[in-house]
């Protein structure tokens, strides 16, 4: 009888320290747990081979692959995710290893050895560009020297759930949600990777025209600024023009955000007007704010934005003096407000006002602002609506905010009880015992009532999109994609019942303004999922709503483009465009942070659906693409020179739709892939070439006029004591490879929040 074999070792496949603890190895180098624990030193023990057994119980006789060899073979030979330091830690194993193989082993571990080496070279090569998942966490990080550093955060998510969603992208102290602008820019981190080697290659012109743009926009955005504080002054611009400034501000921001008086407002701009008289500071700086409110819509190239941002100024020194308890009334509120308002305008830390939108939510409900005045002692029916107005108007302020800023915003539903404003007319409010209008009466809060309706599901796609506990299935977007729907319809209804009437209707600025706000909704919900929309049909539905929102709210915002020009000659409306017909596309272009951040993104948008079309598509002939996409992606370039043109001192956007157009257009021609970055850089160029001899002309003219306090010098001259060269301009590290922190280039042009050129 024979003796029956003793049963075999089995090679240890875990770490050392799996092993005594007796949980499972991720069998990485350093394995997760190790990483956990801190135990950077990882060790796996090597055991010989097991002399090979004549004869098995069952089957034929078979050697054991060694553990090594049998854990690197199956992996994909492109870059690891790993650090390069793994690589060299799994060389020197797979070195101990090849010592103890036999003959056709140790040729397999040399061809290993040769690959993880040649990997290990691409990976430090390539260390200005990569993308790292950290090891049993979930951020993913994207660095390049042009484009920054992005850290993508991911939540844990269901099988069933797709891991390319980012959830939030941090940088540096600042955390954007995903209502924030910046994800549309994720889409095309694959530019920065592709142009950067050539654009920082000696020589450069578009490196050396983009350092010189922003050279210019520091020092004029210095003349602008006037010395701080600004106390308020009594002085204002001429009647007429003041006059207009306000009709400016009245047929546009009020009508929708209703925070005036109108009424009693004008009594008291007339009264400022009498001779000898003193005028209220108070209400100077409330009149000084509509002023500059209304100087973004008061012509094409908001030529008083020097005026503006100084009355701006005045307004914040007058709000930040230390007169806290008089301060909480209804003017201050009402102040508080139209400077949040002229701060977005006027370009003046716009992408702040989430914050400043917080503080005043709290100071209203320091107030009972968020009580129905009904709950609380008894007031005259003026003061009653006025404080449901003005607690509309927060809610509606602090929503915006949320969602320009990517940040939660921090209410719900069960933190207030005011009830919406009545359907009056501002005149009612003057008479002793006035009733509200029926709904189907078309009032000045009509809008404002009808809007207020949708605030529910706003709010909740806004936490769905930014709050800390949101899970953001696929689910849950399809179920408030529907209720925003439907919500959107009634609301369209209710403003269509109003304009059929023979009396009093919504102006096209009003109508195009609730548009614009209920496509950014449906945009931003489905945003999330455009990017894994792009190559996963599961959510092909998002990438679809995506698209069609964006070309709505390219439209609304830019009513003069080809594709509103078609529909007008279809309908036989050849008219000249009315003044309320171009409020609108002027406070895009003209102002700054939520109207204009929400068009760019929309053209980005269009343009990365493009771009992927081009690239899904193979086919012997031109792809086809949709002429009104197209026509976005056209207008777009030529929307950001007017912007330009306008007093923006920022050029990357024309520069990143400039570039983004070139690579879309290289692919419609088939250009081979190793002439796109050469077509990118030129595009950079020739960029740069059109927007120096702009920002030098507008240098000199902030120069000629006088304007700001700030800095008063030119380049070339020798800088003012105290400062070393005009390199400290130079704050980003696009021009400066040393700088930790490059994106900034990308989020400010100084030293505020926010992309001044979206």
């Not at 007429?240 to 009594?267: G, K, Q």
């Not at 207030?416 to 007319?425: I, K, L, Y």
């Not at 400062?723 to 490059?742: H, I, L, V």
Request: charge should be neutral; aromatic fraction near 6%.
């Amino acid at each position: 009888m024979n003796e029956p074999d003793r049963r075999r070792r089995r090679p240890a496949v875990s770490c050392s320290l799996c092993r005594r603890r007796k949980i499972r190895c991720s069998r990485e180098t350093p394995c997760s747990n190790c990483l956990r624990s801190g135990n950077r030193a990882c060790v796996y023990e090597a055991h010989p081979p097991q002399p090979p057994r004549q004869q098995l119980s069952r089957g034929q006789p078979r050697e054991l692959m060694p553990i090594g060899l049998a854990s690197t073979t199956s992996r994909e030979s492109t870059v690891p995710s790993h650090p390069p330091g793994s690589l060299v830690t799994e060389i020197t194993n797979a070195s101990t290893l090849a010592s103890q193989l036999s003959a056709p082993d140790v040729e397999a571990m040399r061809s290993r050895i040769r690959q993880l080496e040649e990997q290990l070279s691409r990976a430090t090569l390539t260390s200005t560009q990569h993308h790292v998942s950290t090891p049993g966490s979930n951020i993913e990080t994207a660095t390049s020297r042009l484009g920054g550093t992005f850290h993508l955060l991911h939540d844990n998510r269901l099988p069933s759930q797709p891991q390319a969603i980012t959830r939030s992208v941090t940088h540096k102290t600042r955390l954007f949600g995903q209502s924030h602008w910046v994800n549309a820019s994720v889409l095309l981190l694959d530019i920065f990777e592709i142009s950067e080697p050539h654009l920082r290659e000696e020589g450069s012109k578009a490196f050396a025209s983009i350092q010189r743009c922003k050279s210019l926009a520091k020092v004029i955005k210095s003349r602008r600024a006037p010395r701080w504080p600004t106390p308020p002054t009594p002085d204002l611009p001429p009647k007429d023009v003041a006059d207009e400034l306000v009709d400016c501000y009245l047929r546009t921001i009020e009508t929708v955000y209703r925070i005036l008086h109108v009424p009693t407002f004008r009594r008291d701009y007339e009264a400022v007007w009498v001779s000898g008289a003193e005028p209220d500071t108070a209400f100077l700086v409330q009149l000084k704010l509509v002023l500059a409110i209304g100087a973004t819509t008061y012509d094409e190239n908001f030529s008083l934005r020097v005026s503006a941002i100084r009355w701006v100024y005045e307004a914040q020194t007058w709000a930040s003096e230390p007169e806290f308890k008089s301060r909480l009334g209804i003017q201050s509120l009402q102040t508080n407000l139209l400077l949040l308002l002229a701060r977005e305008t006027a370009g003046i830390g716009g992408g702040l006002t989430w914050i400043s939108a917080g503080a005043l939510l709290r100071t209203a409900v320091y107030m009972g602002l968020h009580r129905d005045p009904s709950r609380l002692p008894k007031r005259s029916i003026f003061a009653a609506e006025m404080r449901r107005r003005l607690w509309n108007s927060i809610l509606e302020l602090t929503l915006q905010s949320s969602l320009t800023s990517g940040g939660p915003p921090l209410i719900s539903l069960d933190d207030f009880d005011t009830e919406p404003p009545g359907n009056f007319d501002d005149d009612q409010l003057g008479a002793e015992d006035p009733a509200p209008k029926p709904e189907d009466c078309f009032t000045q809060m009509s809008v404002t009532i009808a809007l207020r309706k949708t605030f529910p599901l706003r709010l909740a796609v806004t936490k769905f999109l930014n709050d800390l506990g949101s899970h953001g299935t696929y689910e849950e977007t399809l179920r408030l994609d529907a209720q925003l729907r439907a919500s959107y319809k009634a609301l369209s209804r209710t403003l269509q019942a109003c304009t059929s009437t023979t009396g009093p209707s919504p102006s096209r600025f009003q109508i195009r303004v609730v548009d614009f706000l209920m496509h950014r909704h449906l945009s931003s919900l489905h945003a999330p999922f455009f990017g894994p929309a792009l190559h996963e049909t599961a959510y092909a539905f998002s990438r679809k709503v995506v698209v069609e929102t964006s070309l709505k709210i390219w439209c609304a915002a830019c009513p003069s483009s080809t594709i509103m020009a078609a529909q007008r000659r279809r309908r036989g409306d050849d008219a000249a465009t009315s003044a309320d017909r171009d409020d609108l596309e002027r406070l895009t272009a003209c102002g700054s942070a939520f109207y204009r951040t929400v068009a760019m993104q929309a053209a980005l948008l269009v343009a990365v659906e493009l771009r992927t079309q081009l690239q899904e598509e193979e086919s012997l002939g031109p792809v086809p693409l949709r002429p009104d996409l197209l026509s976005v992606l056209d207008e777009a370039r030529t929307w950001s020179l007017r912007c330009i043109e306008a007093g923006e001192t920022n050029m990357k956007g024309y520069l990143l739709v400039c570039v983004v157009a070139a690579q879309i257009g290289g692919l419609m021609r088939g250009v081979a892939m190793e002439e796109v970055p050469g077509l990118l850089v030129r595009a950079a160029e020739d960029a740069g070439e059109t927007c120096l001899p702009m920002l030098e002309k507008m240098a000199a003219q902030e120069r000629a006029e006088g304007g700001g306090d700030g800095l008063q010098t030119t380049l070339g001259t020798p800088a003012p004591e105290g400062m070393e060269d005009w390199d400290f301009m130079m704050s980003d590290a696009m021009f400066n490879p040393a700088n930790a922190e490059p994106m900034s280039w990308m989020f400010n042009d100084e030293n505020t929040q926010g992309p001044s050129f979206w």
